[in-house]
């Protein structure tokens, strides 16, 4: 497979991530994509060639390997990889669409129009939604792949060098003999790890779009009820009538005048 096409695919999401979407794409493309491509592939390319029992019954050998690797550990990682990527195609292919809009919208109602959008590019709206739900769906696959390798491939962490198999058509239990036991577990903990720090930023940055985007919802509405008492502070009383609103210029002026005439004793 051409990582590197995805690579390309993908990096033009940096431009409308937040900081921690940066960090995430990072860890994913150095720490796991990277790491797969360059290592984890030639460690495990030789998995069931090497797979050795001490039998010659034909057919056991491979039942046996089918027994403790049911799924190969370099395609489960493959498919993860990809479906953890894919999500945020999303927000490119959404970005595209509104500046594709912009466009036909401009092109029909001529340059100078009002936009529909002050930057297509700014999470508002439905783009906003669209980032969000890539976020959880990203954890979630995540979540979900390692889920599946614990079933898997539970007890099995830390590869032994020799495991007992008794299957059919094996004539009694055999001994067989895992490749590259000790790099195997390295790998297989290091992919681990970094899918979960992938599923921490994820969550991290959810917190933070719904944290920030409640903030832009109640601080005007705080700044609007502080500025409303101020108000009514410094409005002195005979500024407000019964129903405490101010009068006008021309009744506080009236009531001005008329305490200044009852204070000089003439009309």
């Known amino acids: 497979m051409n990582w590197g096409s995805l690579q390309g695919l993908l990096s033009g999401v940096n431009k409308y991530s937040t900081a921690l979407g940066r960090i995430w794409l990072s860890v994913v493309f150095i720490f796991r994509v990277l790491v797969f491509v360059v290592a984890a592939e030639d460690v495990w390319d030789d998995e069931q060639k090497d797979f050795i029992c001490n039998t010659k019954q034909p057919g056991c050998p491979n039942v046996c390997y089918d027994e403790f690797f049911p799924v190969s550990h370099v395609r489960l990682w493959a498919l ?19 500046e594709e809009r912009e466009r036909r919208y401009r092109l029909k109602h001529g340059p100078n129009a009002p936009s529909l959008y002050d930057n297509p590019s700014k999470k508002r709206g439905g783009l906003w939604w669209t980032y969000l739900l890539s976020l959880v769906f990203k954890a979630a696959v995540d979540s979900g792949f390692l889920y599946t390798f614990h079933r898997l491939y539970e007890g099995h962490y830390d590869m032994p060098r020799v495991v007992a198999c008794s299957q059919p058509p094996c004539p ?34 959810v917190a933070y779009l719904v944290g920030k985007r409640c903030l832009e919802i109640v601080g005007p509405r705080r700044h609007r009820s502080r500025r409303r008492s101020r108000l009514h ?32 004793g003439y009309p």
Request: proline share 6%.
């Open 172 to 205: 009694h239990t055999v001994d067989c003999y895992i490749s590259r036991p000790t790099e195997k577990k390295v790998f297989t903990y290091f992919m681990v790890a970094t899918a979960v720090i992938c599923i921490l930023l994820n969550l991290s940055e």
């Open 80 to 98: 993860q990889l990809i479906l953890v990527t894919c999500p945020s195609l999303l927000v490119v292919m959404h970005v595209a669409y509104r």
């Open 233 to 264: 502070d410094s409005c002195p009383p005979y500024a407000l009538s019964q129903g405490d609103h101010p009068q006008d210029g021309n009744s506080v002026l009236m009531k001005a005048s008329s305490a200044v005439v009852d204070a000089g």
